[in-house]
C-alpha cells in the first residue's frame, strides 16, 4: 500500500489506513538508491523509474506510458475537458480507459515495489526500513507533522537564515579572493567580465547601434590631431 492511497482513503471515506501501510514504494526506492531516476524524468516518479529499470522490468516503459497518456488525453478532450498543467480533468475520461490507466499505474508499482524489495535485501537494509527508521518515522512523526502541522520558532528561523546568508557571503569572499590569487582564474574572470559586459552593452543599446559608435571611436583614433 502507498502513503497516496491511505491518505486519499482517509480524505474522501474517512478510513484511516496509515496504521497499515507497510511500505511506499518511492521511498523503497529512495532507500535503496538515493539519487533515484535522476536523468530520466522526476527522480522518484513513477514513470522514470520505470524508465531507468525498463529492461529488468521486462517492458517498454517509456512508449507504454506514452500510450496510456495519448489515449486518455484524446477521452478527457472528448469529453469537454482540459489536459492542461493547471487543470487535468482526469475524471472526465472515459470509466474504462481511467480504470486501465489506473490498473496499468498499480501493475508498474507493483512491479517496482517487488524489484526494489529484493535489492532492499541484498544491501541489508530490511531492517533499517521496516523496523528502526524508513516506515516506523514516516508512519509515527512525518505523516502526523504534514497532517496536523507544527508549532515553528519564527524568530529562530529568521535569525539562523541571516547567520547563514552571512556565513554564505563571507565564505563567497574568501573563495573568490583564494581564486583571485591563481593568475588563470583572475584572466578567466577578466575574460568573463567583459564579455559579459559587451553582451548587455549590445542588449541595451543595440547591436547596430554599438557598430555605429565603434566606428565614430575608430575614426577620431585615426584622425590626425593638429600640431601648432
Known amino acids: 500500500m502507498l502513503l497516496f492511497d491511505t491518505r486519499f482513503t482517509k480524505n474522501y471515506y474517512g478510513i484511516d489506513l496509515l496504521e497499515d501501510l507497510w511500505v511506499d514504494t518511492a521511498l523503497l526506492v529512495h532507500t535503496v538508491y538515493e539519487e533515484g531516476a535522476f536523468g530520466f524524468g522526476n527522480p522518484f516518479g513513477l514513470k522514470s523509474i520505470a524508465i531507468m529499470n525498463q529492461k529488468e522490468l521486462g517492458l517498454d516503459a517509456e512508449e507504454d506510458a506514452n500510450k496510456e497518456q495519448i489515449e486518455l488525453k484524446e477521452s478527457i478532450k472528448a469529453n469537454g475537458g482540459e489536459i492542461t498543467k493547471v487543470n487535468f480533468e482526469i475524471y472526465k475520461a472515459d470509466l474504462d480507459i481511467l480504470g486501465k490507466y489506473a490498473a496499468a499505474d498499480t501493475d508498474l508499482t507493483l512491479r517496482i515495489c517487488n524489484l526494489y524489495l529484493e535489492r532492499l535485501k541484498d544491501e541489508g537494509l530490511e531492517e533499517f526500513f521496516f523496523e528502526e527508521e524508513v516506515m516506523p518515522i514516516y508512519r509515527e512523526v512525518t505523516v502526523p507533522m504534514e497532517e496536523f502541522g507544527v508549532d515553528l520558532d ?75
Not at 164 to 175: F, H, P, S
Request: glycine content about 2%; aromatic content about 6%; some cysteine.
Open 154 to 228: 519564527m524568530e529562530l528561523l529568521e535569525k539562523t537564515n541571516e547567520e547563514i546568508k552571512a556565513d554564505l557571503a563571507a565564505n563567497r569572499k574568501i573563495v573568490m579572493e583564494s581564486l583571485l590569487k591563481i593568475p588563470e582564474a583572475k584572466n578567466w574572470v577578466i575574460d568573463t567580465s567583459l564579455r559579459e559586459s559587451f553582451l548587455l552593452i549590445i542588449k541595451v543599446i543595440g547591436l547596430r547601434s554599438w557598430l555605429r559608435c565603434f566606428r565614430l571611436i575608430y575614426l577620431k583614433a585615426k584622425r590626425p590631431t593638429n600640431t601648432l
